[in-house]
């Protein structure tokens, strides 16, 4: 837990401290979901819940649950508490809550999640404890609660004109009943103060001050540090290493194979190198000299996916339907005019900026392993431990740390498996496990590549009658294994199309597959969105209209069962204002751009967000893309909760999409990645950033999630781009510079 000021501070006696304040036995049963509350009032922060703790002085301790990884989350959730709780902003101090599904409810950081699922209990959280502040406090002033008003921590009865501080009520409060949360009155919108508010970071300043708050930061008395060897070669299976060489190296303490669990999400063979620093850790393991069992995977390669995928394709039927709708056979022997393409896109890695790394500490005299995870799935890594360990889930204790970048990465907890398994041959002896940047790069959970064959049918008049696809895809046999680029079934415009027939066809791999930023979208959208510009420009029209005359006259969806609840269905008129949103702030189809500049326009609508976004680009006689501008329109309902955090979501978004259209592949052979290290994946720099301009379109629909959903749309917006300002396609991923060099 970070103490109040949000600094890592894992001294002992610290976390001690931290501890009684996270609960640490002082909390007892819950009479709301995710919130317990005290038992009694304690000497200075007075605990009103799992949440907020108030303290004499009027400080209000926020916890922030979820995981930090960019996102803004632990300044977000914050900020839900203290609008409903009538918090001085000024006087709130966040600290960050370990993993603790009981007291906090699900703590993950992936999927734009957060904001959906927390946007009613964080509320209800700090409505809860605004009521208890003013229970007591109507009893001290002889009053009707219902009178009673509060602002920036202060009570007022208007009768009489006293006032209370929340800081003279909490400890009082701490013993008032929980309120029920389906009954605590929640803001009318228009008296938000806090939400809607541009609030910094919480860490921010500490970052931009080299402060030690990340995962690599942690230090614990006697830590000792450890590197771990595995096959380069997916699926691998450990034989022999010369763990003597190992440790005859300087500085090393120990070194021992560690077996696996059958499940490569979870812990693969390997062997630790256990030495007083990483250095020479890390070192050693070039004395190990470690024999594998390579098995069939050893021939698998890039060029290899490629041949067996064009010639899947080839075969022209899929093995597999995953939507037949309408006559398509009869669509496309009527059709005035037919496009059809293949598009491909590559493996990606993420390589988030902070190292993977997690350090544990195995307590063998209480069988305990207590951990501090940079994880984005603190409460899915605490399970696997325990499962592993044997022990019950509260033997595994997970401090939750800041992470510098996950983007899907983190979601995997096989770097915490890892170090649990070397603490565990370590007793009572802290390990920090650290990866060098070659071992994230070619042990990562990949964005898998794919391969598409598209084709679609136009009537006379140039509407959109029949499309088809043949989507070639990996599948991975064993557990834990899942295709984070599987296509749906409704992918667009599937819905707003008579006649459809999509299908695929899985190719085996042992490569990890894993989610990236926008999983799925971030392929999809450049396939279909770059195919549907090519059926514009057959139709004599642009993209933008194509896709409005698509929507024309459907409704939206019902509200469905989805990941939080009922969840609103897909609203063309929501896509609708976006489109028309973005068209307006680029000047589309009437700007006046330099010699050889051109406008791209791309659309998607993902983790419930909508975005179009246009981009103005430039090719090079080299070949050399350039992204000028980029505009972006979005709708993520209702309200943009902190509009700093959204807008550095958004454009961190739109420049990850960039840097996946402009240069980034993982290439496989022999079985192992090539890539290494950032020479041969190059992820975005400063230079290649175009101006983003961002305009939010409210809705009348409860805020959703920002992580994801303006990254999809700028890629094809980009290749789209390409073409109208070269006349040549892109249909496959990274942008190839010589196929956009002049003669």
Not at 563 to 576: A, E, I, K, L, N
Not at 589 to 601: R, Y
Not at 620 to 633: D, E, F, I
Request: net charge neutral; glycine share 10%; charged share 20%.
């Amino acid at each position: 837990m970070s103490d109040l000021a949000g600094t890592v501070n894992l001294s002992r006696r610290t976390l001690l401290k931290a501890g009684a304040l996270a609960g640490g036995g002082l909390f007892v049963s819950a009479t709301m979901p995710g919130i317990a509350r005290a038992a009694s009032g304690a000497a200075e922060a007075a605990p009103l819940n799992a949440f907020v703790s108030i303290a004499p002085d009027g400080v209000i301790t926020i916890v922030g649950k979820n995981p930090e990884i960019g996102q803004g989350i632990k300044t977000m959730l914050p900020m839900l508490i203290a609008e409903e709780l009538d918090a001085d902003w000024d006087k709130v101090k966040i600290v960050q809550g370990d993993s603790d599904a009981k007291k906090y409810g699900p703590q993950l950081a992936g999927g734009s999640f957060a904001t959906p699922m927390n946007w009613f209990p964080m509320r209800q959280t700090g409505a809860a404890a605004r009521a208890m502040l003013v229970a007591v406090a109507a009893k001290k002033l002889g009053a009707d609660p219902a009178t009673l008003t509060t602002s920036k921590g202060v009570i007022t009865d208007p009768a009489s004109g006293k006032t209370l501080t929340y800081g003279e009520v909490a400890s009082a409060a701490a013993n008032v009943p929980v309120p029920d949360p389906a009954k605590v009155k929640l803001k009318d919108a228009k008296d938000f103060v806090i939400i809607g508010r541009a609030i910094g970071g919480i860490d921010s300043p500490k970052i931009v001050a080299g402060e030690p708050i990340f995962g690599l930061d942690t230090q614990l008395p006697g830590m000792v540090y450890a590197a771990f060897e595995r096959s380069p070669v997916f699926g691998a299976k450990y034989k022999t290493a010369n763990l003597a060489a190992a440790k005859g190296e300087p500085g090393v303490i120990d070194a021992f194979a560690i077996a696996g669990n059958g499940n490569p999400t979870e812990l693969s063979d390997g062997v630790a190198v256990i030495a007083s620093n990483w250095w020479l850790a890390n070192k050693a393991r070039s004395k190990l000299d470690v024999q594998w069992d390579n098995g069939e995977w050893a021939s698998h390669s890039t060029a290899g996916y490629d041949a067996q995928a064009k010639k899947l394709m080839a075969s022209g039927t899929p093995a597999e339907s995953l939507k037949s709708k309408g006559d398509v056979d009869a669509a496309f022997a009527s059709a005035a005019k037919t496009v059809d393409a293949q598009y491909h896109y590559p493996f990606l890695a993420h390589v988030p900026m902070e190292p993977m790394n997690c350090t544990a500490l195995w307590h063998a005299d209480k069988g305990e392993m207590e951990i501090w995870a940079p994880s984005q799935t603190p409460q899915g890594g605490q399970q696997s431990v325990a499962k592993w360990l044997g022990v019950p889930q509260d033997k595994v204790i997970v401090h939750i740390t800041r992470m510098g970048g996950g983007f899907g990465r983190r979601l995997n907890n096989d770097y915490m498996m890892q170090v649990a398994a070397i603490a565990k041959q370590m007793p009572n002896k802290p390990v920090q496990l650290i990866w060098s940047r070659e071992d994230d790069v070619r042990s990562d959970f990949y964005r898998p590549a794919g391969w598409h064959r598209l084709q679609a049918a136009l009537d006379e008049s140039g509407k959109l009658v029949g499309i088809k696809d043949h989507f070639i895809t990996f599948e991975i046999p064993g557990p834990g294994a899942y295709n984070p680029a599987a296509m749906s079934a409704d992918e667009f415009p599937a819905a707003f199309v008579d006649n459809v027939s999509y299908g695929q066809t899985k190719m085996k791999t042992a490569v990890p597959m894993g989610a990236l930023r926008a999983p799925t979208s971030n392929a999809m959208s450049f396939v279909f969105q770059s195919f549907l510009d090519e059926v514009a420009h057959e139709a004599g029209k642009d993209l933008p209209t194509l896709l409005l005359e698509l929507i024309d006259g459907a409704q939206a969806e019902p509200a469905q069962a989805g990941m939080f609840g009922r969840q609103p269905g897909f609203d063309p008129g929501r896509m609708r204002a976006v489109v028309e949103k973005v068209t307006a702030m680029s000047n589309w189809g009437k700007a006046s751009l330099p010699e050889g500049h051109a406008l791209g326009f791309g659309y998607y609508y993902s983790h419930l967000g909508y975005f179009a976004e246009v981009v103005e680009s430039s090719v090079s006689k080299s070949g050399v893309v350039s992204a000028h501008n980029v505009w972006c329109a979005g709708d993520v309902g209702s309200h943009i909760i902190n509009p700093f955090g959204a807008l550095n979501q958004a454009q961190g978004a739109i420049t990850d999409g960039l840097g996946q259209a402009l240069s980034l592949a993982v290439e496989i052979k022999d079985g192992a990645t090539v890539n290494s290290n950032f020479h041969n994946y190059p992820i975005p720099r400063m230079p290649v950033v175009p101006e983003i301009h961002v305009e939010f379109v409210p809705s009348d629909n409860a805020p959703t999630g920002l992580g994801e959903p303006a990254l999809p749309p700028v890629i094809p917006a980009l290749t789209n781009a390409v073409f109208a300002a070269t006349g040549k396609r892109v249909r496959s991923l990274p942008i190839d510079r010589k196929l956009l060099a002049s003669a």
